[in-house]
């Protein structure tokens, strides 16, 4: 029985996705995950799975998109980005980054007023949306030095099993503050990352 912030057993198959057969179960048991899966893991345990996918695929999208994203290319768009003056700016070096990859994700900004969205177009299943969404979440927290106001919709397009997963993930993950910055949760249609100006 896990004790603390646990992964449901879903959100590790859907990790493993990418991968043959017969080389999930020794990626569970390098993680520390007992077959049959459990209910639910440890936080430990699902980043040992993470990384252990990652490792085995060179790929930081494992394995769930049709072209690889080697290991080390989040790092160096990062480091495109960690120096510009605000999230606006980082948020173009980021979509000018991703998108030198043929075939890889597609990022596009859209601006209205002094909104800017960083979107995802769709095609990722719900496992990858949903990580993708977490990841840039943080990340602007990170760059930004402040938490980000989550923004959950859709429009009817996606899921409500995802949405209600997604918000129950971003409050975990971020905290609120008055006007600045959000970020928009699509799941399975389109992933949005917001910064006012």
């Given at each position: 029985?896990?004790?603390g ?34 209910a639910?893991v ?27 994203s080697?290991?080390?290319t ?14 606006h ?41 949903e ?18 106001r ?45 910064a006012?100006?």
């Amino acid at each position: 029985m896990v004790t603390g912030p646990a992964i449901g057993a879903h959100h590790v198959s859907a990790a493993v996705q990418g991968i043959a057969v017969g080389e999930v179960p020794a990626l569970l048991s390098h993680a520390g995950i007992n077959q049959p899966l459990p209910a639910a893991v440890s936080m430990d345990q699902f980043t040992r799975l993470i990384r252990a996918v990652w490792e085995l695929l060179d790929d930081e999208l494992m394995g769930q998109w049709p072209v690889p994203s080697r290991r080390g290319t989040f790092a160096t768009m990062g480091l495109l980005a960690v120096h510009c003056p605000d999230l606006h700016t980082a948020l173009g070096r980021a979509v000018a980054f991703y998108n030198l990859f043929p075939g890889g994700l597609r990022f596009h900004l859209r601006e209205s007023g002094d909104v800017t969205r960083l979107e995802l177009e769709p095609g990722a299943g719900v496992f990858l949306t949903e990580s993708l969404l977490m990841i840039w979440h943080r990340f602007g927290g990170w760059l930004t030095r402040a938490p980000l106001r989550p923004e959950v919709g859709g429009a009817g397009l996606c899921r409500p099993d995802a949405q209600r997963r997604v918000r129950a993930a971003v409050r975990r993950t971020g905290g609120v503050r008055p006007g600045g910055l959000g970020i928009g949760v699509f799941p399975l249609c389109s992933a949005s990352l917001r910064a006012t100006r």
